[in-house]
């Protein structure tokens, strides 16, 4: 059953709510400069290696084996990007609504379809992820790298005490 709340960001007529970004300013340097930038090396490297006759690479091993592991390679960061940098948002929050975005398209949710908030350790850094009530247009979790005030604006709106 899909959020129903969900609704794509419209300025309500005579009303404005002031939000705050809750996610990272780096979020557009992880979701989309480190895929593209990494993507396009790996597949020149892997083409170059694919392209260029055997006899001309000079490896101590042979070619083969050095375009398998390109491929591997290159197929890894493809699933690693997929599974994890683009499902990075990044979420705006007012006193009523939020608003997460994948800088294609913006959605605003009630905060009365929360579930739950969850902080978690991975590859280092520390993710939030929103679990809603119902999936929306993003699903029905919702990941970001928390800013620099995630915490102080979750504590002065009370909500400090949401379960993780």
């Known amino acids: 059953m899909e959020n129903q709340n969900a609704t ?3 300025p309500e ?7 705050e970004c809750l996610s990272t300013n780096m979020t557009l340097f992880w979701r989309v400069f480190t895929p593209i930038f990494v993507t396009v090396f790996l597949t020149g490297l892997l083409l170059t290696f694919i392209f260029i006759p055997e006899e001309e690479l000079y490896l101590p091993f042979p070619a083969l084996w050095g375009r398998l592991f390109l491929l591997v390679l290159w197929l890894g960061w493809l699933l690693f990007v997929r599974r994890t940098l683009w499902r ?8 009523t609504h939020f608003y997460v975005t994948n800088y294609w398209v913006t959605v ?3 905060w009365a379809d929360v579930e739950k908030v969850e902080r978690i350790r991975r590859l280092g850094r520390k993710l939030v992820t929103i679990h809603l009530k119902a999936p929306g247009r993003f699903g029905q979790r919702i990941t970001f790298l928390p800013g620099d005030r995630f915490e102080a604006w979750m504590e002065e709106r009370g909500m400090a005490g949401i379960p993780e």
């Open 8 to 10: 794509p960001q419209e």
């Open 13 to 19: 007529q005579g009303k404005t709510e002031k939000t």
């Open 88 to 95: 990075l948002k990044r979420v705006d929050a007012g006193d």
């Open 108 to 110: 605003r949710y009630p």
